[in-house]
């Protein structure tokens, strides 16, 4: 039986982190649907369910790999944001934070200096913000 499964699996993508999210997500919807007897969550259950298994199940494989590298990717990004703000939210009481007027990069200044001449370290723009 397993190499039966095995051959069956051969040249197929199979499970990915994006598949393990969405098999995931399709059991909370199926469990909300359990409890609420809504059919919305029932029926985006069972079409999570389906594209799980059409991208597990698909010989397209160099298709469902980039698919995978960009939520790969978009999780990435959402990290080093939430760690941004992290480390930001530590420093609030030592920094203050602006945003240059021009280029819109963030600007890191300490707290109680008063009124300051602000350069800005990417485009040189000067600003004068209370700290």
């Known amino acids: 039986m397993k190499q039966k499964l095995q051959r069956f699996m051969a040249g197929r993508y199979g499970a990915d982190q994006l598949s393990r999210i969405l098999l995931g997500a399709s059991i ?7 409890f609420s007897r809504l059919n919305l969550f029932y029926l985006l259950a069972i079409g999570l369910l389906a594209y799980t298994y059409f991208r597990m199940f698909s010989r397209n494989i160099s298709k469902r790999y980039n698919e995978n590298q960009r939520f790969l990717n978009w999780k990435y990004r959402l990290v080093v944001k939430k760690d941004r703000k992290k480390k930001e939210f530590s420093q609030r009481k030592e920094y ?5 007027p021009k280029c819109r990069q963030k600007v890191r200044v300490p707290r109680g200096k008063g009124k300051i001449c602000i350069s800005c370290p990417k485009c040189k723009e000067e600003f ?4």
């Not at 004068?128 to 700290?131: A, D």
Request: with cysteine; proline share 0%; aromatic share 12%.
């Open 28 to 34: 909370v919807c199926c469990v909300i649907s359990l």
């Open 96 to 100: 203050r934070f602006f945003r240059c």
């Open 128 to 131: 004068i913000k209370r700290s």
